[in-house]
């Protein structure tokens, strides 16, 4: 029998209410301090290696395999490592398992993306389109309008209770709503570890696309870690309930999301033991 869609304690998007005019810097400002020191000596160690992307590329495979995991796509380093090795970029293969090939995807999107920052393109429509293009060319979501925007209504729900949790922004207001989330990642003055949560969950509610939101919002919060020399967030399974707490929350208590990510960044820490680079414990 079919049960129709509960939307009794669905949250709506909040119209009209970004970019925020204030944050309460009092709650934020430990865990701002301690990540900011953080930072410093970060800043200090890659300027201290000859090669900084010796760290950067097994990074960004991390990333992959862990965000992709999150949405039920299941791959290793050593497979990520072993595809590349055999195919490389423009030589893939459809022999290997899916979830493979979607992975590696998400290594070169962002891979892409970060280039394209360095090159000194602002984060724009095109950028994000492409990106999300990229990334959900093969595979599960490659039926779901890779590059563009939704054109009907989505919503965030428990599909086993049938329950809307969170109902997106109206495509109608899409285009809208991307404007300011662009001129906020571009120019806004709000310091770069709070400006960075804030981004990240104004575009998981804005949820612009079809399908592949979570994996494309986490790959833009880790460009921009990387465009500006901040530890960047892998936000593992075990923080996975933390994460969702977190962009859940946002707007009852902050340091949930806040503190989700740096507790992410001390991740960070295993690969600069891995490379005997020395910090301050």
């Given at each position: 029998?079919?049960?129709?869609?509960?939307?009794?304690?669905?949250?709506?998007?909040?119209?009209?209410?970004?970019?925020?005019?204030?944050?309460?810097?009092?709650?934020?400002?430990?865990?701002?301090?301690?990540?900011?020191?953080?930072?410093?000596?970060?800043?200090?160690?890659?300027?201290?290696?000859?090669?900084?992307?010796?760290?950067?590329?097994?990074?960004?495979?991390?990333?992959?395999?862990?965000?992709?995991?999150?949405?039920?796509?299941?791959?290793?380093?050593?497979?990520?490592?072993?595809?590349?090795?055999?195919?490389?970029?423009?030589?893939?293969?459809?022999?290997?398992?899916?979830?493979?090939?979607?992975?590696?995807?998400?290594?070169?999107?962002?891979?892409?993306?970060?280039?394209?920052?360095?090159?000194?393109?602002?984060?724009?429509?095109f950028l994000l389109k492409t990106m999300h293009q990229q990334l959900l060319s093969y595979g599960r979501g490659a039926n779901k309008s890779p590059g563009a925007f939704k054109h009907e209504q989505n919503y965030l729900a428990d599909k086993g209770k049938r329950a809307i949790l969170f109902v997106p922004i109206s495509p109608?207001?899409?285009?809208?709503?991307?404007?300011?989330?662009?001129?906020?990642?571009?120019?806004?003055?709000?310091?770069?570890?709070?400006?960075?949560?804030?981004?990240?969950?104004?575009?998981?509610?804005?949820?612009?696309?079809?399908?592949?939101?979570?994996?494309?919002?986490?790959?833009?919060?880790?460009?921009?870690?990387?465009?500006?020399?901040?530890?960047?967030?892998?936000?593992?399974?075990?923080?996975?309930?933390?994460?969702?707490?977190?962009?859940?929350?946002?707007?009852?208590?902050?340091?949930?999301?806040?503190?989700?990510?740096?507790?992410?960044?001390?991740?960070?820490?295993?690969?600069?033991?891995?490379?005997?680079?020395?910090?301050?414990?």
């Amino acid at each position: 029998m079919y049960k129709p869609l509960n939307f009794d304690d669905a949250v709506q998007y909040h119209y009209n209410q970004f970019p925020p005019q204030s944050l309460d810097y009092a709650l934020l400002m430990p865990s701002l301090l301690k990540a900011t020191d953080a930072l410093a000596r970060y800043d200090q160690m890659l300027k201290n290696m000859h090669n900084s992307k010796i760290l950067l590329a097994p990074l960004r495979n991390q990333e992959a395999v862990i965000s992709s995991r999150m949405e039920g796509t299941i791959s290793t380093m050593d497979e990520i490592m072993q595809y590349e090795a055999d195919y490389g970029e423009g030589n893939d293969s459809t022999e290997v398992r899916s979830d493979i090939v979607e992975t590696v995807l998400y290594q070169r999107a962002l891979k892409n993306a970060q280039g394209a920052i360095e090159d000194g393109y602002l984060f724009n429509k095109f950028l994000l389109k492409t990106m999300h293009q990229q990334l959900l060319s093969y595979g599960r979501g490659a039926n779901k309008s890779p590059g563009a925007f939704k054109h009907e209504q989505n919503y965030l729900a428990d599909k086993g209770k049938r329950a809307i949790l969170f109902v997106p922004i109206s495509p109608e207001k899409l285009e809208e709503g991307l404007d300011k989330l662009f001129n906020y990642i571009n120019y806004d003055s709000t310091p770069i570890l709070a400006k960075t949560a804030v981004s990240h969950l104004e575009f998981e509610a804005l949820h612009p696309f079809q399908d592949g939101n979570g994996r494309v919002g986490r790959l833009i919060m880790f460009k921009e870690c990387l465009k500006y020399n901040i530890v960047p967030f892998i936000i593992e399974e075990n923080l996975k309930l933390f994460y969702y707490r977190g962009l859940k929350e946002w707007y009852n208590e902050k340091r949930y999301l806040t503190d989700t990510c740096l507790t992410a960044q001390d991740k960070y820490k295993a690969y600069l033991d891995y490379f005997r680079i020395p910090y301050e414990k």
